[in-house]
């Protein structure tokens, strides 16, 4: 009991932590609605149960030992990251007439931003390897311990993100302004780049 307070504890604060995740979620929340921000929670949550199945199958402890594996994952998330950023910077600077086309045509692809964010991001791999085995206990099986960690993190992950959503939402007459939306999609691209290039310096582990 006192291992899964610990786990849940470290956990909440692990996803409190700022991240390419939480401000792809709060980006699209911001600038498309609830309805795109949750789609971008369930595709970064699916991407979190990808790296738990690679954790469980042993295929991260792979990921962390070979440098080429973990340099073409490191490359791909961060130019995915900087892909969106610039063009949340490049939405910010068209005419507003655009504002519907933009979001129509990225309707079907929020998930698909949460999942690759979340997916190709190796530091997430490393995490799980490195954070999730001080928690298991030698009394049960290894495989379902990971399995199960994995799904409470990512339940956990759902419920900070679908509270970042609605307090979007809750204040969306404000920040539905153009002025205040420009400006936040501004600095949440912003944000995704720099993650992004942080992402593409990281060293292997």
Same mark, same amino acid.
């Given at each position: =009991?006192?291992?899964?307070?610990?786990?849940?504890? =470290?956990? @909440?604060?692990?996803? @409190?932590? !700022?991240?390419?995740?939480?401000?792809?979620?709060?980006?699209?929340?911001?600038?498309?609605?609830?309805? %795109?921000?949750?789609?971008?929670?369930?595709?970064?949550?699916?991407?979190?149960?990808?790296?738990?199945?690679?954790? &469980? @199958?042993?295929?991260?402890?792979?990921?962390?030992? %070979?440098?080429? @594996?973990?340099? &073409?994952?490191?490359?791909?998330?961060?130019?995915?990251?900087?892909?969106?950023?610039?063009?949340?910077?490049?939405?910010?600077?068209?005419?507003?007439?655009?504002?519907?086309?933009?979001?129509?045509?990225?309707?079907?692809?929020?998930?698909?931003?949460?999942?690759?964010?979340?997916?190709?991001? *190796?530091?997430?791999?490393?995490?799980?390897?490195?954070?999730? *085995?001080?928690?298991? %206990?030698?009394?049960?099986?290894?495989?379902?311990?990971?399995?199960?960690?994995?799904?409470?993190?990512?339940?956990?992950?759902?419920?900070?993100?679908?509270?970042?959503?609605?307090?979007?939402?809750?204040? %969306?007459?404000?920040?539905?302004? !153009?002025?205040?939306?420009?400006?936040?999609?501004?600095?949440?691209?912003?944000?995704?780049?720099?993650?992004?290039?942080?992402?593409?310096?990281?060293?292997? !582990?």
């Amino acid at each position: =009991m006192t291992h899964l307070t610990v786990f849940l504890g =470290m956990s @909440l604060l692990l996803i @409190l932590v !700022p991240g390419p995740d939480s401000g792809l979620v709060i980006q699209n929340s911001i600038a498309y609605g609830k309805k %795109s921000g949750m789609k971008t929670v369930l595709g970064s949550v699916s991407g979190l149960l990808i790296h738990t199945a690679a954790a &469980v @199958l042993g295929l991260s402890a792979l990921l962390v030992k %070979s440098a080429w @594996l973990f340099t &073409v994952l490191k490359w791909v998330g961060a130019a995915y990251l900087i892909y969106i950023g610039l063009m949340s910077l490049r939405t910010v600077l068209r005419k507003e007439e655009h504002a519907a086309v933009t979001k129509a045509k990225n309707q079907k692809s929020f998930f698909v931003q949460g999942f690759i964010t979340c997916a190709s991001n *190796p530091k997430v791999a490393v995490f799980f390897l490195t954070f999730l *085995p001080q928690f298991v %206990s030698d009394n049960m099986n290894h495989t379902l311990q990971f399995t199960l960690m994995g799904l409470m993190y990512g339940a956990m992950t759902i419920a900070v993100f679908t509270a970042y959503v609605l307090l979007i939402e809750a204040f %969306s007459r404000w920040l539905k302004k !153009p002025a205040v939306q420009k400006a936040l999609q501004g600095t949440t691209g912003a944000v995704l780049v720099t993650f992004g290039i942080r992402l593409a310096l990281e060293r292997q !582990p």
